[in-house]
């Protein structure tokens, strides 16, 4: 490798990589192979996190930013005038090896710009996951992009040699995408993830009937949503996630809050900040959906289509659904306790186990580590010293944002501030 | 009052559990053979570590466990938390006292206390996966140190060995002074001595392999390069990357020579 030159093609191209958020390595069942390098199977691992915080697991990086689209959100649009370069198939494969073997990452997330046209794109990717496979032995994680319009014929050999294959829907609704993305189709987005999705569950029977069937996609698919570069409302957008949960069997919606780097005049201008408590809730939502037992529609719905930024969707549902409360921990169902604002999903858990043991009381749920000044206002204790007041909603809303401390508490003062 | 002295090693403190029950010793109290410091007003008690009788404790607690409950009582062990030989024992106690398995009374003190030990070794474990950083050397050896709270490296042995099976490599515990090597066929403990000049940079020049600054400097680049600035959040990035383990990773050392 020419050093100089590799260093100045990272920064370009892991610069640009980074607004995609994915960075999961977990959900794989690739493992080591002929005492060959790497092991994908197990849980997730983030060897560093940013300084914002966000977990870097893999090697992230475009194939090039050359693009022959021109969406206005995105950094590498064919009229942004920024630096362009281009990897070669044998340095991504040698700084993923290299990088694996310092324990550095997981594995590869490639992603590209689309040059010439979107087979020519996907090839180029499919050869540099096929060499790495074939000739290095590497079972390591390795994150494919779909590139949308590239024929079946490579999506499939994709498949076949990636974990985890992703097409980014970009904006929530169609007309968004119109707006901003006028080379690109919502179609052409839908097609690959119906195609995968086939695909992957095709592959999964064939294994049930034959263990020597190849792994096909073995972490699934998953897809990313812009927020707040334009209109929509949390409700479009988790109806939209809804959608790619149950018709596509998306492992994951990943949620990018709008970072302002165009001038262009349909988007919010630079310097306006980024929706991250927006981001917030709706990762919480998406939450509460995968592995809450939640509906989308008693989230949101016609008569409220946003989420809260003051208060977790949860604690949200829990203050319009008062008659549900209070809850008794020591009776109650675990898909109930996992509705009181507080306790989570191991906390819930926690409570199911511990009280088989004896009855559960307010000092009892302290141990456990559940948020006991949120949830609180929730659970019913049957001690016949404890009053229960009824409390209204907003009083409650009121008792908890007074002591709760977060970061985005100033954000949400009601106090009018004099100076 | 007895103070029972152990080896410190996990199947010295199982012996000595075994002993205090044959002993019918009432009131115990642990200490390592290492830092005895005597009490005064109190019998001592050497326990020879005996395999034999750790097994017999091991076997009886796997009767009463489910293999997570049991594998909690290693990690809780190697969590090094002062006295926690102690709570383990209280935990053992009751463990064999009582007929049905105990291990979700989580309103029981030594056992919460036991449970939180063993996930803060677990999360430690969890983390060294992630945070050792291999150097490669001339000889093809992939070697890195770290200095982990817990005593993590029997825990993450089979990870790496697993994952790395095409390479020499070893993980060196600068605090407890032993490290796991593999040498491209078993993953062994080895005891060795690190001596005060490896960390000098002419030391580490003559003995790396040619490309190795080159790819600690592109890994720098990248972990500068993902990063968003108009998303800063330290409160989480050091939340998840304490202080304490800078000193061992490339990304948060600054390349001297730039």
């Known amino acids: 490798m020419v050093h100089e030159r590799v260093m100045e093609k990272l920064a370009i191209l892991a610069d640009a990589a980074k607004y995609d958020v994915s960075c ?7 493992k080591n192979k002929n005492k060959g390098l790497g092991d994908a199977s197990g849980n997730g691992i983030c060897h560093a996190y940013t300084e914002d915080g966000r977990c870097v697991s893999l090697l992230k990086i475009l194939l090039t930013n050359h693009c022959i689209f021109d969406c206005a959100y995105c950094v590498s649009r064919k009229s942004n005038d920024i630096k362009r370069a281009a990897f070669t198939v044998q340095e991504v494969v040698d700084l993923t090896i290299g990088f694996y073997r310092r324990n550095y990452i997981e594995g590869l997330f490639l992603s590209s710009g689309i040059f010439d046209n979107p087979d020519y794109t996907m090839e180029r990717l499919v050869r540099i996951v096929k060499k790495l496979r074939l000739e290095e032995n590497f079972n390591g994680y390795i994150h494919l992009k779909a590139i949308p319009g590239a024929s079946a014929e490579l999506l499939r050999e994709a498949g076949l040699y990636a974990d985890r294959l992703s097409v980014n829907v970009e904006m929530p609704t169609e007309k968004s995408l119109k707006l901003l993305a006028p080379d690109k189709n919502h179609i052409d987005v839908i097609k690959p993830m119906e195609f995968l999705k086939e695909e992957i569950v095709g592959y999964n029977e064939e294994k049930k009937k034959n263990y020597k069937t190849p792994l096909f996609a073995p972490a699934g698919q998953s897809t990313q949503m812009v927020i707040g570069a334009t209109q929509e409302n949390d409700l479009e957008i988790l109806g939209m996630s809804n959608y790619f949960y149950e018709k596509m069997n998306m492992r994951r919606v990943y949620y990018s809050g709008y970072v302002p780097i165009s001038y262009d005049n349909r988007l919010p201008v630079i310097g306006t900040p980024v929706p991250m408590i927006r981001e917030n809730r709706l990762y919480q939502a998406d939450w509460l959906l995968r592995f809450y037992g939640f509906n989308v529609n008693e989230i949101v719905g016609f008569d409220q289509p946003n989420l809260d930024l003051d208060i977790d969707p949860k604690l949200g549902w829990a203050l319009r659904n008062l008659d549900k409360f209070p809850v008794d921990v020591n009776t109650a169902d675990l898909e109930l306790i996992l509705r009181i604002p507080g306790i989570g999903v191991s906390g819930a858990h926690k409570i199911v186990a511990a009280r088989k043991f004896k009855r559960l009381q307010p000092e ?6 559940i948020a006991y000044s949120r949830s609180k206002y929730f659970l019913a204790f049957a001690s016949p010293f404890q009053l229960q007041r009824d409390l209204t909603s907003i009083q409650i809303k009121d008792h908890i944002l007074n002591t709760q401390n977060s ?12 100076f | 009052m007895t103070q029972v002295i152990y080896d410190s090693t996990f199947e010295g403190w199982l012996t000595a559990v075994f002993e205090i029950y044959e002993q019918k010793f009432e009131d115990v ?26 097994k017999r404790v091991l076997n009886g607690l796997k009767q009463k466990l489910s293999s997570e409950g049991f594998a909690n009582i290693y990690k809780a062990f190697l969590s090094e938390i002062d006295k926690m030989d102690e709570t383990l024992f209280q935990y053992v106690k009751y463990i064999f006292s009582s007929a049905i398995n105990v291990e979700d009374d989580l309103s029981n003190s030594p056992v919460l206390e036991v449970r939180k030990a063993a996930y803060l070794t677990g999360r ?28 993590v490296l029997p825990l993450i042995e089979k990870h790496f060995t697993n994952r790395y099976a095409d390479q020499r490599w070893l993980i060196y515990d600068a605090k407890r002074k032993y490290g796991i090597y593999y040498d491209l066929e078993n993953t062994t403990s080895v005891q060795l001595e690190f001596n005060a000049n490896s960390n000098s940079s002419q030391f580490l020049a003559e003995i790396s392999d040619d490309n190795e600054e080159f790819f600690q400097n592109l890994w720098r680049q990248f972990f500068k390069s993902v990063n968003i600035e108009s998303r800063k959040n330290t409160k989480l990035h050091l939340q998840h990357m304490p202080k304490r383990y800078w000193k061992n990773l490339t990304e948060k050392i600054p390349n001297l020579k730039k």
């Open chain 2, 29 to 54: 109290v642990f200490a390592k053979s290492e830092v005895s410091n005597t009490l005064l007003f109190s019998e001592r008690y050497f326990v020879e570590t005996d395999l034999q009788k750790a």
């Open chain 1, 364 to 369: 009892d749920l302290q141990k456990l580590g």
């Open chain 1, 24 to 30: 999961s390595s977990s959900n794989s069942t690739r």
């Open chain 2, 124 to 151: 430690e474990s969890h983390r060294m996966k992630a945070f050792v950083r291999f150097k490669l050397t001339k000889d093809n050896l992939y070697y890195a140190i770290v200095e982990p709270d817990c005593d």
């Open chain 1, 407 to 418: 970061k985005y508490k100033n954000d949400f003062s009601n106090q009018l501030s004099l």
